[in-house]
């Protein structure tokens, strides 16, 4: 069965510090896909950033990157510059095959100090 | 803005008293999806619909029904609430290119049980 793993229930970063969130997965899939959703207290579930399986390449949305590792079913998210507004609850979450239903990791909640 | 929009967003009910929860698109996603979110974990997929097909996990309580009348609207009746049903209810969607493995996912509606 495919897991989810994020080890690290709380994370502290101090704003315009960078800060990585781990993940790792389990899957005997050759295809797939991984997220990042990022749900700021009492607010809305939003993508964060998405990675093909098939991509060697590691996806980039402005200052959200990913360290996707294939081999090693890891795949860690960077913020960069942080700001306040990445306070927040981080989820990973991967899904594949025709349902697209998501798995996720537990969740890391990230502190950003002004 | 194309959208997923949850009503209520907040809504309390009675011990015992049925109550439905609803949730538009206008994304014109053919999947539609339920997720419980208590406080602190991870969202849990409760069921989801492919286009009419519905498909409910197999750990969801007998409790828990869903309808969905056409693309656009699904519903969440939850016929004989407890107190262990007080969360969060999140609807999702996914389905159109190019990221048609992507999740969107609405506001959420509160649920509190008294």
């Known amino acids: 069965a495919q897991t989810v793993t994020q080890s690290q229930p709380e994370m502290s970063v101090q704003e315009a510090e960078t800060v990585t969130l781990s993940c790792t997965y389990d899957?005997?899939?050759?295809?797939?896909?991984l997220f990042w959703y990022k749900q700021p207290p009492s607010r809305q579930m939003i993508l964060v950033i998405r990675q093909e399986a098939y991509k060697q390449q590691n996806a980039t949305e402005n200052r959200f990157s990913v360290n996707f590792q294939k081999a090693a079913k890891s795949f860690s998210l960077k913020i960069s510059d942080s700001q306040l507004g990445d306070a927040a609850m981080y989820f990973c979450?991967?899904?594949?095959?025709?349902?697209?239903?998501?798995?996720f990791g537990k969740g890391t909640k990230l502190s950003v100090k002004p | 803005d194309a959208m997923v929009i949850q009503n209520p967003r907040y809504q309390v009910t009675q011990f015992g008293k049925p109550v439905t929860l609803s949730c538009s698109q206008t994304l014109n996603h053919n999947v539609m999806y339920w997720y419980q979110q208590k406080s602190s974990q991870a969202p849990k997929l409760l069921f989801h619909y492919y286009d009419k097909d519905f498909n409910n996990e197999a750990d969801t309580p007998d409790n828990f029904q869903s309808r969905r009348p056409n693309t656009s609207f699904c519903f969440l009746d939850i016929r004989s609430p407890g107190l262990g049903d007080a969360a969060m209810y999140l609807c999702?969607?996914?389905?159109?290119?190019?990221?048609?493995?992507?999740?969107?996912f609405g506001p959420g509606t509160r649920l509190t049980v008294l």
């Open positions: 979450a991967y899904s594949w095959g025709s349902q697209g239903n998501l798995i």
């Open positions: 999702a969607t996914r389905g159109t290119a190019p990221n048609t493995d992507t999740q969107y």
């Open positions: 899957t005997s899939e050759s295809d797939y896909y």
